[in-house]
């Protein structure tokens, strides 16, 4: 029966059974928490600095070209190319995608 569970690296006994056992374990640690937690009004929501959110989130909400100004400015020269080159249209990222890939296998190739 044993060598029938471990013969090959896909056993379906072996996959139900380590299945079978992290449930038990999740379920175990699952029954190691709070038996006495009640969500009330307040809890579960975000903590911001002991502040309660604001009712207009977009007020915290911050930008992806905020958070990254600093860094963005700091290598402006590197970044003004590839932000003409993205040009949006699905065909030209395919092209550049086949395009590093062949180079990439010739060079895995060359290299092997």
Do not use: C
């Not at 044993?2 to 299945?19: C, E, K, T």
């Not at 999740?26 to 006495?36: C, I, P, T, V």
């Not at 932000?83 to 550049?96: L, R």
């Amino acid at each position: 029966m044993i060598d029938i569970v471990l013969r090959d690296i896909w056993s379906p006994i072996l996959f139900i059974i380590v299945g079978l056992l992290v449930t038990l374990i999740a379920y175990l640690f699952y029954k190691l928490g709070n038996s006495e937690y009640r969500k009330t009004r307040y809890k579960g929501d975000p903590f911001i600095s002991g502040n309660r959110p604001p009712k207009d989130l977009q007020g915290i909400h911050v930008g992806g070209d905020n958070l990254y100004w600093g860094f963005t400015h700091a290598l402006k020269k590197f970044f003004e190319p590839l932000v003409k080159g993205h040009t949006g249209i699905v065909n030209d990222y395919v092209y550049w995608f086949v395009v590093t890939l062949a180079v990439v296998l010739v060079y895995l190739y060359i290299a092997m």
